[in-house]
């Protein structure tokens, strides 16, 4: 069985760490997995660039270029947008490696053109981890349901036109997006029924795989090992928060979160709590909230974020819009509890008040009443941190999330008509 995966990148996001990991698992198991990056940059092996300079060079400009459509208008900020409108020869690359299945990651900023999925001569695997196949543009639709029917006036364009560029990327994904050889794995329940909502794509199977992990790299340390390593002082409660551009992306929370701790700030029931943020830089013109932040920036080494997750009492993620919550993962393995807002991926990662808190989608207010019940619980010697890493062990564990994949590919392959069955019908 060869698996050929695609992903935009192969490092920097959770995407592709999930989508690296999966790759080394399946190669555990004995599968021939190959995974090609549009914009390689680790130097594992394992991992290949495009084949040749020139579409390397190109998989570039495509990535650069792919939303000069998005400058006729003035765009909001709350979801980053993939136009897929220029031509790439991905499809025909892919039949140089003689796959079995090809197998999508994350395939935005240009990389998968809408018009070459109908192009590949192979099963088609997908892991969905956002919302992009659904909509007329943007990975997350902040709220909006217009990709139910095709999209058109879309707020995020600020656009009141029903012909504007939304709907021109829906149509030409409804144009395209026929008759697919076309299997759908969305991260979480929630995604799960984004998919089944869309007229685009409810029509191909679907099951739920959620994001596994490696819970080698990811694990406790132990808390006092965890502040010495980042300095962190050892008597005071400490919430660590973290995600790719954590403080300028609408969607991560933030602000939800500077009035979730303005709220703890007033709580005299906890002592001196600190916030450390990484994933982003400290931003200039952001005012006190009444709670001491320390911003990290980015980390790159999965040993200093395992032990950063260790250090905290309590692992907060207020993304408004979230289609899993990989942090949450990351952070249980490391035997700390998590509190994040409930509506979305989190459901099917928390349980409520066992192992974190599912607070009120988008409501500050029970956002902090979480990170007190969390810090609270910690601080009473109350055992979440050992049921977290448990259920990460027992359900996103990567050989787990492995192991349902390879199955998936089996069920595909052993239901494709054979040669003999393909000549028979064609005669």
Not at 16 to 29: C, D, K, T, V, Y
Not at 70 to 78: C, N, P, Q
Not at 253 to 281: K, S
Request: net charge positive.
């Amino acid at each position: 069985m060869r698996i050929l995966h695609l992903s935009t990148f192969d490092a920097d996001t959770g995407a592709a760490r999930g989508s690296l990991w999966l790759h080394h698992a399946l190669r555990r198991r004995g599968v021939d997995s190959i995974m090609l990056a549009g914009r390689k940059k680790r130097t594992d092996n394992a991992v290949r660039p495009l084949p040749g300079m020139v579409a390397q060079l190109a998989a570039r400009l495509r990535m650069r270029f792919d939303d000069l459509p998005l400058r006729r208008y003035r765009k909001t900020d709350e979801s980053f947008w993939t136009i897929g409108w220029l031509p790439s020869r991905l499809a025909q690359m892919t039949a140089d490696f003689a796959p079995d299945i090809v197998h999508l990651h994350w395939v935005g900023a240009g990389f998968l053109p809408v018009q070459a999925l109908a192009q590949f001569a192979f099963p088609v695997v997908w892991t969905l981890r956002d919302m992009w196949p659904m909509t007329g543009g943007c990975h997350y639709t902040a709220g909006c349901e217009k990709y139910h029917d095709a999209c058109g006036a879309c707020p995020q364009l600020r656009s009141v036109d029903d012909n504007d560029l939304s709907r021109a990327i829906w149509r030409s994904k409804q144009r395209h997006w026929r008759n697919l050889d076309l299997h759908l794995v969305p991260i979480s329940r929630w995604l799960g029924d984004c998919v089944r909502a869309s007229p685009l794509m409810r029509k191909y199977p679907l099951e739920v795989i959620p994001n596994g992990l490696d819970t080698g790299l990811f694990t406790p340390v132990g808390k006092a090992a965890g502040r010495a390593a980042w300095q962190l002082p050892a008597g005071r409660p400490i919430m660590v928060y973290g995600a790719v551009n954590a403080t300028t992306d609408i969607r991560k929370g933030f602000a939800e979160l500077r009035a979730a701790l303005e709220i703890l700030g007033r709580d005299t029931t906890v002592q001196r709590p600190m916030l450390v943020v990484f994933g982003d830089l400290q931003p200039g013109d952001i005012p006190d909230c009444g709670i001491e932040i320390r911003y990290v920036g980015y980390i790159r080494d999965n040993i200093r974020l395992s032990q950063l997750y260790a250090a905290a009492d309590v692992a907060v993620m207020p993304s408004l819009q979230e289609a899993f919550g990989k942090t949450l993962i990351e952070a249980m393995a490391c035997g700390t509890p998590v509190v994040a807002f409930g509506g979305g991926g989190p459901d099917d990662i928390i349980d409520h008040r066992i192992d974190g808190y599912l607070a009120q989608p988008g409501d500050p207010a029970d956002l902090a009443a979480g990170i007190a019940w969390g810090l609270a619980a910690v601080a009473a010697g109350a055992d979440l941190g050992r049921l977290a890493r448990a259920k990460v062990e027992a359900a996103f564990d990567i050989d787990v999330v492995a192991a349902r994949y390879h199955a998936l590919y089996q069920r595909i392959l052993r239901q494709r008509p054979s040669d003999a069955d393909s000549l028979a019908a064609a005669q």
